[in-house]
């Protein structure tokens, strides 16, 4: 389902895409990424920015508003909210 915090960043990426992977990423490799599309053609740092926007519409379902954390090249990675670490506590494999 598309929020209003989507359609803000779909705007700004339509403006200024490396600013809506800044707002996705923050300092990131994605960021650079971002910057470097959009000075070698404004096409191609749209598409990396909708990417980004579309991977975390990803995330938000899967996980759950919150419930996730960005680990970079488009992949998120739930949170433990509350809970234990796999393992914790026992001795490893």
Same mark, same amino acid.
């Given at each position: ?6 359609? $803000?960043? *779909? %705007? ?7 600013? @809506?992977?800044?707002? =996705? ?11 470097? $599309?959009? *000075? %070698? ?7 990396? @920015?909708?990417?980004? =926007? ?23 990675? @739930? ?15």
């Amino acid at each position: 389902m598309v929020k209003a915090s989507d359609v $803000l960043l *779909i %705007l700004v990426a339509i403006i200024f895409p490396p600013a @809506a992977a800044a707002f =996705i990423t923050g300092c990131s490799c994605d960021l650079l990424i971002n910057i470097c $599309l959009t *000075i %070698l053609g404004y096409f191609p740092g749209h598409i990396h @920015a909708f990417w980004l =926007i579309y991977k975390k519409m990803q995330a938000e379902e899967k996980y759950g508003y919150g419930g996730f954390h960005y680990i970079g090249n488009g992949h998120y990675q @739930a949170l433990n909210q509350g809970s234990a670490p796999v393992n914790y506590g026992t001795a490893g494999p």
